[in-house]
């Protein structure tokens, strides 16, 4: 159990730490520490230790609860127990402790020795990453403005600058372009807050960045800054390379919070005169309680930023070899195949495997120059990293080459350059070729990547045009109105309506031989079947189509003078005009009388030949 | 062909020719800044023939070995004219210039496609589409008052001949107004992300690239590898 001060003013915080070591609490026992008012807590936070001696492994896991506390009498107060009920149903309990409260101002304050810059919250602050900041940091240093207690007296003068921010922290300020920065925001407040929200997160322009996970519950940890406890709670760590050279800054972190502000309410003095008893009394109790002077806590909405970070990238040295591409730390390099005897056409795997540590993402594979009897496919690259203690792991380059000629080869011999970070200059590796024996009958390899060498565009000149030509250019209305419209009044007169008599002539002379053939073709389905009336019937309606469509008359209209009169005037001979009669007659007589079925055959065959003599003149 | 460009010959006016003949000269006599600012102010003026224009600025600024401006107004001038066989050559030549490759896929797009709906002249397209919509008129006109025989077969052929160039005509109106590329003016770095940071990949100067999105000052192309970064505005010529 950690104690901030066993002597505390009236409103004063009174921090109380417990650690519970291995034992596996279950629940806190009271809710109620008078004369003190709990203000803040119990925040948990666990640690777990594990430790090795003489081969022995030890391990305790310590939970601490945060308690905060003020009190508003003065006086000499026995500390009540705070009690744990443990998983085993028997309760753990904390040792009393004797506090002594007593009036505000009387307690000494702490000399300040150094005046940090008012609008500087940080200055003097202590940088975790920093090992020489920590001597000047041992020195305890109360803060201006507010007093020891964090007790604001006037509430319109709040500053709360030194009580809640936030801070990036970057491990070196001055890098090689590629080299690794660890980045992390965290968050110091000294008052309680509800709730912490980022209005605008850090900008890395210039970095490749990439977040390394954070636990899902947030640490929280107290941290002394300038003598004052503040609750630290990391929100974010990110793993910077920085990709150019120059000065880089990381913008700002900005967040808001609702703050709970301490303030004490200073003593009223009511002259009013009490109405009744009840309001006297009340009155008085008041009077005690203000003349002590009370503690509230006031909800404060707070804006705050980190300050902005700036880092110099230098640039890496200039003479950097061919085989340098872009690798910054420190790495190993090799390469494997998976046989070492092939037949041609056959796919060998070769692979390039890059360890290390360093800013592996942004390394491009090296350049490897095979034979030319082997075609090379893009490689397929394989990652694998972690962020944490620092960037590092494997990237894989799997390569397939086909070999289309048989003979002795060799993979080749690959360089791989980095700049090495401790020896400040550029280290080349080197995969050792392998042979290769490839067996079996040459093969064509396709034509892939021959076409650029063929015909060398970078040397041609351009083409210079013919002579210019202006061009007239018919503008869009005209176009719709002169195209358009005709086209549409084109249409309108398609879908006019037409009398009867103009439709039917417009039916071609194709489409009724083709109506005239397909009637014929069932009257001979009919002739087969020996159905007698429905043969007749067929026979007849293909004469009467065949001689109306061919007269250009209505069906209705055709009798067998007038037909004989028009056939007249088309020059279609007596004979066959008297031919065309007597099949009329003979079809139509059919129907009534019982002609056999050779009658019906001989009338088939009489009809094709007049009416094929008759399509040769009337065509 | 011969045909067509009688076709041609009858709706091309002549006109004064001073400022374009002023900036050829200009370029004959290798002073090619002046040339480019001829040719533009014949672009202000009317009856210009868009693609000749870009062509010639678009040589000029090769010249000048400004590859990727020049590359910019080649691709202008491909979009007002796509069958161009010696503006393709000098396209592939201003790529191989920035070592670029000249066979990406990118580079011409929907090739058939565009040959076909590029095959007439916009402006010859609009004539001819108004001379068989009035050909087609008359027929119709005709035709309900006079019959004469196969002429409604030939009315049908003429209206799919109408329906063909009209498809043209709008075909090639869809390419002429294809908007959002872009051709990249210098070295860049392309970030996967809209805030600028995490992974970033360089993008070569003259690359043809789609933009897909905007915001602010930046905005998201699709590269000819056919995947997308964020680059700065500054960083290309829109096309």
């Given at each position: 159990m950690q104690i901030s001060s066993r002597k505390i003013e009236v409103g004063e915080e009174l921090l109380i730490i417990l650690s519970l070591t291995n034992l596996n609490e279950r629940e806190l026992m009271q809710k109620k520490y008078d004369p003190f008012i709990l203000i803040g807590?119990?925040?948990?936070?666990?640690?777990?230790?594990?430790?090795?001696?003489?081969?022995?492994?030890?391990?305790?896991?310590?939970?601490?609860?945060?308690?905060?506390?003020?009190?508003k009498k003065t006086g000499k107060y026995t500390f009540p127990k705070i009690t744990f009920k443990l998983a085993d149903g028997t309760l753990a309990e904390s040792q009393p402790v004797v506090i002594?409260?007593?009036?505000?101002?009387?307690?000494?304050?702490?000399?300040?020795?150094?005046q940090p810059d008012p609008y500087d919250p940080f200055a003097g602050f202590f940088d975790p990453f920093d090992p020489f900041a920590n001597q000047q940091q041992r020195q305890p240093q109360a803060p201006p403005q507010t007093n020891n207690s964090g007790i604001y007296t006037d509430p319109s003068k709040l500053d709360l600058k030194r009580d809640i921010f936030a801070r990036i922290h970057v491990n070196k300020n001055k890098v090689y372009v590629g080299e690794q920065i660890y980045a992390s925001i965290k968050i110091y407040t000294a008052l309680n807050s509800k709730g912490f929200e980022a209005e605008k997160l850090p900008n890395f322009n210039g970095f490749w960045s990439q977040d390394i996970p954070m636990p899902e519950k947030l640490e929280m940890k107290r941290e002394t800054i300038n003598?004052?406890?503040?609750?630290?709670?990391?929100?974010?760590?990110?793993?910077?390379?920085?990709?150019?050279?120059?000065?880089l800054e990381i913008?700002?972190?900005?967040?808001?919070?609702?703050?709970?502000?301490?303030?004490?309410?200073?003593?009223?003095?009511?002259?009013?005169?009490?109405?009744?008893?009840?309001?006297?009394?009340?009155?008085?109790?008041?009077?005690?309680?203000?003349?002590?002077?009370?503690?509230?806590?006031?909800?404060?909405?707070?804006?705050?930023?980190?300050?902005?970070?700036?880092?110099?990238?230098?640039?890496?040295?200039?003479?950097?070899?061919?085989?340098?591409?872009?690798?910054?730390?420190?790495?190993?390099?090799?390469?494997?195949?998976?046989?070492?005897?092939?037949?041609?056409d056959e796919a060998l795997n070769y692979r390039l495997e890059l360890n290390g540590t360093g800013n592996l993402p942004m390394i491009d594979a090296p350049k490897a120059t095979w034979s030319e009897d082997f075609e090379l496919y893009d490689p397929q690259l394989k990652e694998n990293y972690s962020s944490v203690p620092s960037f590092s792991g494997t990237k894989v380059w799997n390569y397939v080459a086909i070999p289309h000629q048989p003979g002795n080869f060799q993979t080749p011999n690959l360089e791989f350059t980095y700049f090495d970070l401790d020896q400040k200059k550029y280290v080349t590796l080197t995969a050792p070729s392998t042979p290769i024996k490839v067996t079996g009958s040459p093969t064509k390899a396709k034509e892939k990547s021959k076409k650029f060498d063929e015909f060398n565009y970078a040397k041609q000149k351009i083409k210079e045009s013919a002579p210019y030509a202006k061009s007239n250019t018919l503008s869009n209305s005209l176009f719709y109105g002169l195209g358009i419209l005709p086209l549409i009044l084109a249409f309108i007169i398609g879908f006019l309506p037409k009398n009867e008599e103009k439709s039917e002539r417009f039916i071609s002379g194709k489409r009724i031989s083709e109506q005239v053939t397909k009637q014929m073709k069932?009257?001979?389905?009919?002739?087969?079947?020996?159905?007698?009336?429905?043969?007749?019937?067929?026979?007849?309606?293909?004469?009467?189509?065949?001689?109306?469509?061919?007269?250009?008359?209505?069906?209705?209209?055709?009798?067998?003078?007038?037909?004989?009169?028009?056939?007249?005037?088309?020059?279609?001979?007596?004979?066959?005009?008297?031919?065309?009669?007597?099949?009329?007659?003979?079809?139509?007589?059919?129907?009534?009388?019982?002609?056999?079925?050779?009658?019906?055959?001989?009338?088939?065959?009489?009809?094709?030949?007049?009416?094929?003599?008759?399509?040769?003149?009337?065509? | 062909m011969k045909n067509l460009s009688l076709f041609i010959m009858l709706f091309i006016g002549f006109g004064v020719y001073s400022q374009s003949e002023e900036a050829l000269k200009a370029y004959n006599a290798q002073n090619y800044e002046e040339a480019i600012s001829l040719w533009n102010k014949e672009l202000a003026?009317?009856?210009?023939?868009?693609?000749?224009?870009?062509?010639?600025?678009?040589?000029?600024y090769f010249k000048l070995q400004d590859y990727s401006k020049s590359l910019a107004f080649y691709e202008k001038s491909l979009r007002e004219d796509y069958n161009q066989t010696d503006l393709k050559f000098n396209i592939k030549v201003a790529r191989a210039k920035l070592s670029l490759d000249t066979e990406n896929k990118t580079l011409f797009t929907h090739d058939w496609i565009k040959k076909i709906a590029y095959l007439i002249p916009l402006n010859l397209l609009k004539w001819m589409v108004i001379v068989f919509s009035l050909i087609l008129f008359i027929l119709s006109a005709v035709h309900y008052f006079k019959e004469i025989q196969y002429f409604a077969l030939f009315k049908?052929?003429?209206?799919?001949?109408?329906?063909?160039?009209?498809?043209?005509?709008?075909?090639?109106?869809?390419?002429?107004?294809?908007?959002?590329?872009?051709?990249?003016?210098?070295?860049?770095?392309?970030?996967?992300?809209?805030?600028?940071?995490?992974?970033s990949k360089p993008i070569h100067e003259g690359e043809k690239v789609e933009i897909v999105d905007e915001i602010g000052n930046t905005a998201q192309v699709k590269t000819e590898a056919d995947t997308k970064y964020w680059i700065e505005k500054s960083n290309f010529y829109i096309i």
């Open positions: 807590g119990p925040s948990q936070s666990r640690s777990m230790n594990t430790s090795i001696i003489n081969g022995r492994m030890s391990s305790s896991q310590t939970n601490s609860y945060t308690f905060q506390f003020v009190c002594e409260v007593v009036k505000q101002g009387s307690l000494p304050r702490q000399a300040q020795q150094r003598g004052r406890e503040f609750v630290s709670v990391e929100i974010k760590r990110i793993t910077l390379f920085p990709t150019k050279a120059g000065t913008t700002p972190l900005k967040m808001k919070t609702i703050a709970l502000v301490p303030v004490s309410v200073k003593p009223q003095r009511n002259s009013r005169q009490p109405r009744d008893l009840m309001e006297a009394i009340q009155m008085m109790m008041d009077a005690q309680m203000n003349s002590v002077g009370g503690v509230e806590f006031k909800e404060i909405p707070y804006s705050f930023s980190s300050g902005s970070e700036k880092i110099t990238v230098l640039p890496l040295p200039e003479n950097a070899p061919a085989s340098f591409t872009g690798g910054v730390g420190k790495y190993t390099f090799n390469s494997f195949i998976d046989k070492k005897e092939l037949k041609t069932q009257a001979e389905i009919h002739l087969k079947a020996e159905d007698k009336n429905a043969f007749y019937q067929e026979l007849t309606r293909a004469y009467w189509n065949y001689l109306g469509n061919k007269l250009r008359m209505e069906t209705s209209d055709l009798s067998r003078s007038n037909i004989s009169d028009k056939l007249k005037e088309r020059k279609v001979s007596d004979d066959l005009i008297q031919q065309m009669i007597n099949l009329i007659d003979r079809s139509e007589m059919g129907l009534y009388t019982a002609y056999g079925s050779q009658a019906m055959e001989t009338l088939y065959n009489e009809s094709l030949t007049v009416l094929n003599e008759l399509e040769k003149i009337l065509v | 003026s009317p009856n210009r023939s868009l693609e000749q224009v870009f062509f010639q600025i678009g040589n000029a049908n052929y003429a209206l799919i001949f109408v329906f063909f160039l009209i498809g043209l005509f709008f075909l090639q109106n869809y390419f002429k107004s294809e908007k959002g590329f872009a051709i990249i003016s210098k070295q860049t770095t392309g970030f996967e992300n809209a805030s600028m940071k995490g992974k």
